[in-house]
Structure formats: C-alpha cells, structure tokens
C-alpha cells in the first residue's frame, strides 16, 4: 500500500515562492504518474499539473503554466511542485496523488488511486 505525505506548504505573500514535496512509502514511485490538485474551499478539486512515471510527460494548467515546475527524483521516491509568483487565487490545500501508469499522465482527480493528506498553501495579498 503507498502512503503519500506532502509538504512545504505555509502562508507566503503575494508574488513569492514555494516548493512542495511529495514523498512516497510503500511502494516505489518509478511506475507510477503523479498529480498535483490545489483544493479551495467551495471549489472542485482541480488537476494542475502532473508528469509521467518517466519524467518525459508533464502537464501544467492554463493557470499555473509559467509559473509551477513539476519535477521528480525517483531515487529518493518524492515529487516536488516549484511555485512561483504565487497570488491569492492560489490559495489552497494542495494534494498529491499517484497511479500506476507507464505513460503519460492525467489532470482527472478520478483517475488516481493514492491521494496524500494535502499542505495547506495560503498566499496573502
């Protein structure tokens, strides 16, 4: 069974930087596509951006493309979002999620089978 277990969330002004993290335990990560999904309140949860098993794919949504870097290092089983020029709009609980997927990925939230238990991301302005 994989435990997923974000973090680097906290409170950040306007036009600053985070970099989250989210480390796997169970399971190894190499065979396995990830997502990141920023839940708001009173918002769906959205797929923003996601990279494949091999780091060949990724995604990035209209709203954070230029501005978030999804990256992976298998060796150490975690995926990493880079956030950049953060704004308010931003504010969230961020969730990872992974499946096991050997090509490609998805900005689906139900295509995912593992989830973390989300970082609090709050950018004020």
């Known amino acids: 069974q994989m435990q997923l277990v974000e973090s680097g969330g906290g409170l950040v002004q306007s036009g600053g930087s985070l970099r989250l993290s989210c480390a796997a335990s169970?399971?190894?990560?190499?065979?396995?596509?990830i997502g990141w999904f920023p839940h708001a309140p009173e918002k769906e949860r959205e797929g923003i951006s996601c990279i494949s098993s091999s780091a060949l794919n990724t995604y990035y949504a209209d709203s954070v493309k230029g501005r978030f870097t999804i990256s992976r290092d298998n060796a150490k089983n975690t995926v990493y979002l880079k956030m950049s020029s953060l704004k308010p709009e931003d504010t969230a609980v961020y969730y990872c999620?992974?499946?096991?997927?050997?090509?490609?990925?998805?900005?689906?939230?139900?295509?995912?089978?593992?989830w973390g238990q989300g970082t609090q991301v709050t950018v004020s302005s």
């Open positions: 999620a992974a499946v096991e997927r050997y090509y490609g990925c998805s900005a689906r939230p139900g295509d995912y089978a593992y």
């Open positions: 169970g399971l190894t990560l190499d065979y396995y596509a």
